[in-house]
């Protein structure tokens, strides 16, 4: 079975298949078992079930990579309006949107950077563990 397949039904009753959506959108089990409309006791049941686990596993990484895809064609959108604010007219537009840009430059650079430097210590503990 692949990571984003989803569980085969046989496995899980039909109330949990109902109760997995709320479960999954949830922040805490106990927000998941009120929206769900089970006590907390069942949610931590039915957490100890593998096919569950995984089904409530594969839930969340769906929504939260629905939720990422979202965020890019809005960081997208954003800066598309950001170049047409560097064009505007008017100066005190300009120089905000200009110090919007600059501002999301550096951050990103330091991004790329802090990225770099994990990678580097990622390796370096790799070469640790072997060493041993």
Do not use: C, Y
């Amino acid at each position: 079975m692949s990571q984003n397949e989803p569980v085969s039904r046989e496995n899980l009753t039909d109330r949990q298949v109902v109760a997995l959506p709320h479960i999954a959108a949830a922040a805490t089990n106990a927000e998941g078992a009120r929206a769900a409309d089970v006590s907390l006791a069942t949610l931590k049941r039915w957490r100890q079930d593998p096919a569950f686990r995984e089904e409530l596993r594969r839930m969340k990484q769906e929504t939260a990579d629905l939720a990422l895809a979202e965020l890019h064609g809005l960081a997208l959108k954003s800066t598309a309006t950001l170049e047409e604010l560097l064009e505007d007219p008017n100066p005190r537009i300009r120089t905000q949107a200009v110090r919007l840009a600059l501002g999301f430059g550096i951050k990103v650079g330091q991004e790329k950077e802090n990225q770099r430097r994990i990678n580097q210590l990622q390796k370096a503990l790799t070469l640790l563990k072997n060493v041993k």
